[in-house]
């Protein structure tokens, strides 16, 4: 089993900054991704940013040039500097996992931290 541990969601005015973390634990054969996605209220969850083991990264359209993910292999950890905050930014943050070989992978997820941007 993978465990997932998010910090680092907090209350911000807009134009401020917040940087979140997920830690990965347990039996991880591979991690293969991780990222960040979104969910607010009456709204379907959305890939924020995501990040492979390999460096690739792609963002949403609505965060690029403001966030930025990095991850630190030897911790399994994650990472989501968010800068230049929005109201809109404003959401529950879940870590997602990708990990397993290549015929038996599958994702896991993070409890959620919430995220508020004030006016």
């Known amino acids: 089993q993978v465990q997932l541990v998010e910090s680092g969601g907090g209350l911000v005015q807009a134009g401020g900054s917040l940087r979140l973390s997920c830690a990965a634990s347990g039996r991880i054969f591979r991690i293969n991704a991780m990222g960040w996605y979104r969910q607010a209220p009456g709204k379907q969850r959305e890939l924020v940013a995501r990040?492979?083991?390999?460096?690739?990264?792609n963002y949403a359209d609505s965060v690029k040039g403001r966030f930025t993910i990095s991850r630190d292999n030897a911790k399994n950890t994650v990472y989501l500097q968010m800068n230049s905050l929005k109201p809109e930014d404003t959401a529950v943050y879940y870590c997602m996992l990708n990990e397993g070989s290549i015929i038996n992978a599958g994702d896991y997820w993070g409890q959620g931290t919430q995220v508020t941007v004030s006016l």
């Open positions: 990040i492979t083991w390999g460096a690739s990264t």
